[in-house]
T-cell receptor, first 117, second 111 residues
Framework: DTGVSQNPRHKITKRGQNVTFRCDPISEHNRLYWYRQTLGQGPEFLTYFQNEAQLEKSRLLSDRFSAERPKGSFSTLEIQRTEQGDSAMYLC???????????????FGPGTRLLVL | QKEVEQNSGPLSVPEGAIASLNCTYSDRVSQSFFWYRQYSGKSPELIMSIYSNGDKEDGRFTAQLNKASQYVSLLIRDSQPSDSATYLCAVNSNGGFKTIFGAGTRLFVKA
């Protein structure tokens, strides 16, 4: 399978616990995105990496959220001190784009569904 | 005003009919436009991308873009029950990293 993969697929945790999700992008893709999606809404942008550099972070992302992409390959998204409002589907997407203005298509992984009790 | 607006639906069409899905966006410098299909509990999958004014056809799907009116649409011909899903419109500024999604339109195709 050469698509975007995410682990775990489901996570149930208690409020206050820390959780970490992993995303493995399509191997040659240099851009990696994290989104959050709640029921009845479209995906909301959280953060973006160009290779290993995190270039933008949404205002939606509180200080409890941190993402890394060491070596420009896989990425992790950590949520500290989880709250019930963090319950959502966390989606990862990757793309290949080198120049501004170049047409870019993002390919999504299956997502990690988080439930905070 | 939301950055990307879609009618939430549900839009119900009989099998074999044409389904028409609409989307408007607020950022005039937007250059890239996408339609994704999302089945319940699954992640979005790309159906069409369009970058220039006019129509773009791919099989049963046609995307239409009018940048002057800040409007993009998706037509699904010969709709099938398997087309029943939520259709997400997504917009990206020229070279920008941030893709803004609409809330999606739910489509039901009745057999």
């Amino acid at each position: 399978d050469t698509g975007v993969s995410q682990n775990p697929r489901h996570k149930i945790t208690k409020r206050g616990q820390n959780v970490t999700f992993r995303c493995d992008p399509i191997s040659e893709h240099n851009r990696l995105y994290w989104y959050r999606q709640t029921l009845g809404q479209g995906p909301e942008f959280l953060t973006y990496f160009q290779n290993e550099a995190q270039l933008e972070k949404s205002r939606l992302l509180s200080d409890r959220f941190s993402a890394e992409r060491p070596k420009g390959s896989f990425s992790t998204l950590e949520i500290q001190r989880t709250e019930q409002g963090d319950s959502a589907m966390y989606l990862c997407a990757s793309s290949l784009a080198w120049l501004a203005g170049v047409e870019e298509t993002q390919y999504f992984g299956p997502g990690t569904r988080l439930l905070v009790l | 005003q939301k950055e990307v607006e879609q009618n939430s639906g549900p839009l119900s069409v009989p099998e074999g009919a044409i389904a028409s899905l609409n989307c408007t966006y607020s950022d005039r410098v937007s250059q890239s436009f996408f339609w994704y299909r999302q089945y319940s509990g699954k992640s979005p999958e790309l159906i069409m991308s369009i970058y220039s004014n006019g129509d773009k056809e791919d099989g049963r799907f046609t995307a239409q873009l009018n940048k002057a009116s800040q409007y993009v649409s998706l037509l699904i011909r010969d709709s099938q029950p398997s087309d029943s899903a939520t259709y997400l419109c997504a917009v990206n500024s020229n070279g920008g990293f941030k893709t803004i999604f609409g809330a999606g339109t739910r489509l039901f195709v009745k057999a």
